[in-house]
T-cell receptor, first 116, second 112 residues
């Protein structure tokens, strides 16, 4: 399977704890995105990387959130001091800049976060 | 500010008939549009896309129509099959913007 891979798929954590999600994009893709989806809403953009550079962050990404893509391959999204409002599905996606379908992004299966 | 809107939260269609899902947008800079399908507890799966230079794109049972003057696009699925039951999201982007803006989704149910 060469699709976008995310783990863990599910995480239940107590309020105030830190959590980290990992994303492995499609191997040749140079762009990586993080989105968040809550019930009844479409995915909302959080941030994206081109290779290892983080080029845009949404205002939804508070200072408790940090994302990295250290070698331009996999990425991590860390949420510090989690709050109940952080409960959502966190989606990673990737795309290939310069390809014919460069504006098409491909999603992973998502990581469910429940903060109790 | 909801730039992409799917005004029908749900749609029910009989198997074998045509399903038509609608999407409206407000940002005239959008020039690329996509439809994704999502099953519960899974990530969205890309279905079909269309560039603003076209008004129609077809892929098997799926056809997307774009009406730029009305800022409206639609997804036609024909014939509808039970496996098409899912939530469908439309999304849009524009040159120079690296992110997609999604609608709220429409839950499609195909009845046998």
């Amino acid at each position: 399977d060469t699709g976008v891979s995310q783990n863990p798929r599910h995480k239940i954590t107590k309020r105030g704890q830190n959590v980290t999600f990992r994303c492995d994009p499609i191997s040749e893709h140079n762009r990586l995105y993080w989105y968040r989806q809550t019930l009844g809403q479409g995915p909302e953009f959080l941030t994206y990387f081109q290779n290892e550079a983080q080029l845009e962050k949404s205002r939804l990404l508070s200072d408790r959130f940090s994302a990295e893509r250290p070698k331009g391959s996999f990425s991590t999204l860390e949420i510090q001091r989690t709050e109940q409002g952080d409960s959502a599905m966190y989606l990673c996606a990737s795309s290939l800049l310069g390809s014919r379908s460069g504006n098409t992004i491909y999603f992973g299966e998502g990581s469910w976060l429940t903060v109790v | 500010d909801q730039q992409v809107k799917q005004n029908s939260p749900s749609l029910s269609v009989q198997e074998g008939r045509i399903s038509i899902l609608n999407c409206d947008y407000t940002n005239s800079m959008f020039d690329y549009f996509l439809w994704y399908k999502k099953y519960p507890a899974e990530g969205p799966t890309f279905l079909i896309s269309i560039s603003s230079i076209k008004d129609k794109n077809e892929d098997g049972r799926f056809t997307v129509f774009l009406n730029k003057s009305a800022k409206h696009l639609s997804l036609h699925i024909v014939p509808s099959q039970p496996g098409d039951s899912a939530v469908y999201f439309c999304a849009a982007s524009y040159q120079g913007a690296q992110k997609l803006v999604f609608g709220q989704g429409t839950r499609l149910t195909i009845n046998p």
